[in-house]
């Protein structure tokens, strides 16, 4: 909602200054008093970059053992519910109750173990995203600095942009020298 609302009034800004410039009476001296803006796609540069293929494969491999033995528990449990299903009408109560327990035990430690997973993975992945965010961030800014732009958007949050105003090309050719 804030970044919507940043938009909106960076939009209805910008369209006052080019109303402004518009009523000047020279129109060289209003349009140097324009702010100059960029846009970038960084999805694509994060889709496209090498750095960023590289954090994934190495989350995967440090992953990889712990989603091999889940998928073990899993199927294990699997197994244990179709041999029940199968087995419980000629079972006595007493082992049907007891087959029952463990079914329900094993169950809670197999969701217990799935969720602490998923929960260090995505710590895992978010550490490494502000990281490679920052990185990016920083490339922009200094991109941004180096080329005299007032404000440097995403471009997914862009209506319509002239393709001289988008620097993904420059953006994703740093990003990824580094």
């Known amino acids: 909602m804030k970044k919507v609302l940043a938009l909106l009034s960076s939009a209805l800004l910008l369209v006052g200054v080019q109303a402004y410039a518009a009523d000047a009476t020279t129109a060289t001296a209003a349009a140097s008093s324009l702010p100059k803006i960029a846009v970038v796609n960084v999805q694509q540069v994060l889709m496209q970059s090498s ?23 899993q199927k294990s449990l699997q197994d244990e519910l179709d041999k029940y299903s199968k087995d419980s009408a000629s079972m006595a109560q007493k ?63 862009v209506v319509y942009a002239s393709d001289a105003a988008d620097i993904t090309k420059e953006v994703a050719k740093d990003f990824n020298q580094k």
């Open 95 to 157: 082992d049907r109750d007891t087959t029952e327990k463990k079914i329900a035990d094993d169950k809670a430690a197999f969701l217990k173990d799935a969720g602490a997973f998923q929960k260090e993975v995505n710590a895992e992945q978010n550490k490494a995203m502000q990281s490679i965010l920052g990185q990016l961030s920083g490339i922009i800014s200094k991109l941004a600095k180096k080329d005299n732009y007032s404000l440097v958007l995403d471009s997914q949050a």
């Open 51 to 73: 750095k960023v293929a590289e954090v994934n494969t190495k989350l995967q491999d440090q992953f990889k053992p712990r989603q091999e033995k889940l998928t073990a528990q």
